[in-house]
């Protein structure tokens, strides 16, 4: 399957190590939500050698962002930083110079990238004193290339250590999630300290438990929902306006569908991890999910605060989207080849047309479920846990045919007119769950337990079910 295959040349699955958590990390719009860890460094260690490595999943491709910012002041041997430039490049910095600037752009926000950045001005080979290191692959096309003189101070170790944000300029923060972030003092490593190539060639993250932290090193998992900060090893981080509800299970070893930023209408921002669709503009806006699956049964949750029943949800063909069918004032019951339940009267809209017959509640602020069956070409509607129709995805009674005459790769789709919209794939939602329901193989959570046969939609259920 392409969609799978894609994933797994990004390092998305493992069967080996796995990581249970990532943190989400969203930049808003002002220095007083804007969320990322920091920590004040006390004792300063090497001032000439250290490394950074996370797993991260970006969810914006169009501003600025940064993964980290060590040192607080501003000149070349004061601070470093490594930030993910507007055109998707990743630069390495100081205060004044520019170090490396990637040729590579990083634009995929359906999968987990890993960096690794090591640092060692001792180098007698100038070249050598910076590296980057993307899936364990080590970075060769600069568009910029710059060099500190060997043995030359940098922003390292000293000062302070910022994670997803510019503490010196207080701008740029990180949008999307960081999983097994790793600080290393006095040590550039390779990136075998984090990560391993599979048997099929895959790279995916190892325990990173026994390597050297040094004296402003740390090991920063996110498993402890209560204190995000908390180091596994080494020295822990302050929070900054991050609690237990950013934690996450979107991890690079299990994958979760999101909201895709490449795929939605230009009335709609995408921010909470790519779950949430913001409104910018009267009209109706649709986004995508992430990842498109052409056969098995899915489970995905929607909440809307919606006032006015101006929401549709349900699930929309490759071909539709392809063809920029959702660019204009649409939503996918619009589409060629898509079908939405439409929340202001309880309807059925297929191909455009409502569709007559059927016994759908209208709603407004529940928690909406969409289970789909790609196996008998069906989908499913639940308003608070029921079924509408008296569907029952189970047993297959009374649910709604998918269009047919499109590519046969279907991804979830939602839409609201003018109004924000909060989705759920299982990984990580910003709406409160109560129940905390899973599939059947126990990933995801969800206010209502998936039907029976019915799974979240990520890679670790799509290696088995899709």
Same mark, same amino acid.
Not at 222 to 242: C, H, L, P, R
Not at 356 to 376: H, V
Not at 378 to 385: A, N, R
Not at 443 to 449: D, I, N, Q, V
């Given at each position: 399957?392409?969609?799978?295959?894609?994933?797994?040349?990004?390092?998305?699955?493992?069967?080996?190590?796995?990581?249970?958590?990532?943190?989400?990390?969203?930049?808003?719009?002002?220095?007083?939500?804007?969320?990322?860890?920091?920590?004040?460094?006390?004792?300063?260690?090497?001032?000439?050698?250290?490394?950074?490595?996370?797993?991260?999943?970006?969810?914006?491709?169009?501003?600025?962002?940064?993964?980290?910012?060590?040192?607080?002041?501003?000149?070349?041997?004061?601070?470093?930083?490594?930030?993910?430039?507007?055109?998707?490049?990743?630069?390495?910095?100081?205060?004044?110079?520019?170090?490396?600037?990637?040729?590579?752009?990083?634009?995929?926000?359906?999968?987990?990238?890993?960096?690794?950045?090591?640092?060692?001005?001792?180098?007698?080979?100038?070249?050598?004193?910076?590296?980057?290191?993307?899936?364990?692959?080590?970075?060769?096309?600069?568009?910029?290339?710059?060099?500190?003189?060997?043995? /030359?101070?940098? !922003?390292?170790?000293? $000062? &302070?250590?910022?994670?997803?944000?510019? +503490?010196? =300029?207080? #701008?740029?923060?990180?949008?999307?999630?960081?999983?097994?972030?790793?600080?290393?003092?006095?040590?550039?490593?390779?990136?075998?300290?984090?990560?391993?190539?599979?048997?099929?060639?895959?790279?995916?993250?190892?325990?990173?438990?026994?390597?050297?932290?040094?004296?402003?090193?740390?090991?920063?998992?996110?498993?402890?929902?209560?204190?995000?900060?908390?180091?596994?090893?080494?020295?822990?981080?302050?929070?900054?306006?991050?609690?237990?509800?950013?934690?996450?299970?979107?991890?690079?070893?299990?994958?979760?569908?999101?909201?895709?930023?490449?795929?939605?209408?230009?009335?709609?921002?995408?921010?909470?991890?790519?779950?949430?669709?913001?409104?910018?503009?009267?009209?109706?806006?649709?986004?995508? /999910?992430?990842? !498109?699956?052409?056969? $098995? &049964?899915?489970?995905?949750?929607?909440? +809307?605060? =919606?006032? #006015?029943?101006?929401?549709?949800?349900?699930?929309?063909?490759?071909?539709?989207?392809?063809?920029?069918?959702?660019?204009?004032?649409?939503?996918?019951?619009?589409?060629?080849?898509?079908?939405?339940?439409?929340?202001?009267?309880?309807?059925?809209?297929?191909?455009?047309?409502?569709?007559?017959?059927?016994?759908?509640?209208?709603?407004?602020?529940?928690?909406?479920?969409?289970?789909?069956?790609?196996?008998?070409?069906?989908?499913?509607?639940?308003?608070?846990?029921?079924?509408?129709?008296?569907?029952?995805?189970?047993?297959?009674?009374?649910?709604?045919?998918?269009?047919?005459?499109?590519?046969?790769?279907?991804?979830?789709?939602?839409?609201?007119?003018?109004?924000?919209?909060?989705?759920?794939? /299982?990984?990580?939602?910003?709406?409160?769950?109560?129940?905390?329901?899973?599939?059947?193989?126990?990933?995801?959570?969800?206010?209502?337990?998936?039907?029976?046969?019915?799974?979240?939609?990520?890679?670790?259920?799509?290696?088995?079910?899709?």
């Amino acid at each position: 399957m392409e969609t799978l295959q894609r994933l797994h040349n990004r390092g998305s699955i493992s069967t080996g190590y796995d990581v249970d958590n990532s943190v989400k990390l969203e930049k808003n719009n002002d220095t007083t939500t804007i969320e990322f860890f920091e920590r004040n460094v006390s004792s300063a260690g090497s001032r000439t050698t250290g490394t950074f490595s996370a797993w991260i999943k970006k969810t914006d491709i169009t501003t600025a962002q940064y993964l980290f910012t060590f040192g607080n002041v501003d000149n070349d041997n004061g601070r470093t930083f490594a930030r993910f430039q507007t055109d998707g490049t990743l630069r390495i910095g100081g205060g004044s110079t520019v170090w490396r600037n990637t040729n590579r752009v990083f634009r995929d926000t359906s999968a987990w990238y890993h960096i690794v950045i090591a640092i060692d001005t001792t180098q007698s080979t100038a070249d050598n004193r910076f590296k980057i290191y993307v899936n364990g692959v080590q970075e060769t096309s600069f568009s910029t290339t710059n060099n500190p003189s060997e043995d /030359g101070t940098l !922003g390292l170790n000293f $000062g &302070k250590q910022a994670i997803g944000y510019n +503490t010196v =300029d207080n #701008n740029s923060g990180f949008n999307g999630y960081m999983s097994e972030v790793v600080i290393q003092d006095g040590v550039a490593s390779a990136p075998t300290e984090f990560g391993e190539f599979d048997s099929s060639g895959i790279w995916i993250p190892k325990d990173a438990s026994d390597a050297t932290m040094g004296t402003n090193g740390s090991y920063l998992k996110f498993e402890n929902a209560g204190s995000m900060g908390a180091a596994t090893a080494g020295n822990s981080f302050t929070v900054q306006n991050i609690n237990q509800n950013d934690q996450a299970t979107d991890t690079p070893t299990n994958n979760f569908a999101t909201l895709n930023p490449l795929h939605y209408t230009t009335k709609y921002t995408i921010t909470e991890g790519a779950t949430r669709q913001n409104s910018s503009a009267n009209g109706w806006g649709t986004s995508v /999910g992430s990842i !498109g699956v052409t056969s $098995g &049964k899915w489970y995905f949750e929607i909440k +809307t605060p =919606d006032t #006015n029943g101006y929401t549709t949800f349900g699930a929309i063909d490759a071909d539709s989207i392809l063809n920029q069918y959702l660019n204009g004032d649409a939503h996918a019951g619009d589409a060629p080849y898509g079908i939405s339940y439409y929340g202001g009267n309880g309807g059925i809209i297929v191909n455009g047309s409502y569709i007559s017959g059927t016994s759908f509640p209208s709603y407004t602020t529940e928690i909406m479920g969409c289970a789909l069956d790609l196996d008998n070409n069906k989908i499913y509607f639940s308003k608070s846990g029921t079924y509408g129709n008296s569907g029952n995805p189970v047993t297959g009674a009374n649910g709604m045919d998918l269009p047919t005459g499109g590519s046969g790769t279907w991804f979830f789709s939602t839409s609201t007119y003018s109004e924000p919209l909060d989705t759920n794939h /299982g990984g990580y939602t910003s709406f409160t769950i109560s129940s905390a329901a899973t599939d059947a193989d126990g990933y995801g959570t969800f206010e209502y337990a998936p039907p029976s046969g019915y799974y979240a939609l990520c890679t670790k259920n799509l290696e088995v079910y899709g």
